[in-house]
């Protein structure tokens, strides 16, 4: 595809035309602004500009590194310094509104965001690491009929901040910052991963999903390595290579089908961009090597595309491209249209693939219980919200 064509494809996709709402609170939020969006903002409240470079390193690292939510507590800021931006600016979170823990210890968050809307993020602890799953918007425009969020309207994308934002409530909730007045935390790190797997279509919020993940990933900031922080698209073919190159994480491609015909019901995306444009995407990724795979993902349905022969054309698709297969069990909410495969068949599918030379671990459903699943997530305030519409304007 060419950059014209590119250009046209995007000019006439009206999902990126759902901005962010600009912010209408009195305060500003520092958070979420890139390092020369710091600086351009202190200097607009009189700090000098052969100062402002220093300035912004040292809230930067009260922000990211000790995780302050009261410029009081920047001891290496003049007093006067720290009133003005107290006056002009503010450095809060997403609201906590319930957080749900599971019984096999998955915490999802319903997180309330200006505007009165809400999203949900969800962390999940393993043994060797503990991954946040982030959301993007406040629900999702692609309606892929396996998801829950896709039953949910599009409200609209979050902002930087908001992105940024539930990584550093999860962290809050973990008790990750270091103890004031200590050094930097000693402690193993509990929120080692990010994905973005969680609400919305993270390329159809391109900028500030970059912004957020490049604070995320700046090692005087939050410091995850970028192979820790996964970005799954469910096929936006356009934005593919400029994610690889302006973000740099690592990709997850959303697939669930080898066909048009499955995909194009599963993933409606597709009838703008079908699997081959997609395979081929998938190709020119800039990031791509042994090293760093392109992880596919794909829900097992009973008789939608969980047979043998599914799992051939699976192999031949992704053939040459370093991968793994991801092989999620469906995760069943209120009025789901699927049932999940059996396991026999999943791990029949499995066998198939992993024959063929790709890792095909199975996804073992975590948080269930307290609907944090993958493909579970919906706001439920969101949801009541459809009657009253007025209150999105």
Known sequence: MTANLAAKDLALTPDLLALPRQS???????????REELRTAL??????????????????AWLYQRGVQDFGA????????????????????????????SKDGTRKYLLRIEGGHEVEAVYIPEEDRGTLCVSSQVGCTLTCSFCHTGTQNLVRNLTAAEIVGQIMVCRDDLGEWPEEGG??????????????????????????VRDAM?????GEGISLS????????????????????????????????????VRDTLVPINKKWNVDTLMQACRDYPKLSNSERITFEYVMLDNINDSDADARRLVKLIEGIPAKINLIPFN?????PYKRSSWSRIEAFAEIVNRAGYASPVRTPRGQDIMAACGQLKSATERARKARPSELS
């Open 24 to 34: 209408t609170a009195e305060q500003p939020t520092l958070i979420g602004k890139t």
């Open 183 to 208: 050094g930097p935390s000693t402690n193993k790190r509990q929120l080692s991963n990010i994905v973005l797997m969680g609400m919305g279509e993270p390329l159809y919020n391109f900028d500030a």
């Open 332 to 336: 069943p909410w209120p009025g789901a």
């Open 214 to 218: 490049k604070i995320a990933m700046d």
């Open 43 to 60: 200097m607009s409240v009189g700090v000098p500009e052969r100062q402002a470079k220093m300035r912004e390193r040292q809230i930067w």
């Open 226 to 261: 970028r192979r820790r922080i996964t970005l799954s698209t469910s096929g936006v073919v356009p934005l593919i290579a400029r994610a690889g190159e302006e973000i740099g994480t690592m990709l997850a491609i959303s697939l669930h089908g080898t066909t048009d015909g």
């Open 74 to 101: 920047m001891s290496n800021l003049s007093k006067d310094l720290r009133e003005t931006l107290a006056e002009q600016f503010q450095i809060g979170r997403p609201e906590i509104v319930t957080c749900q823990v």
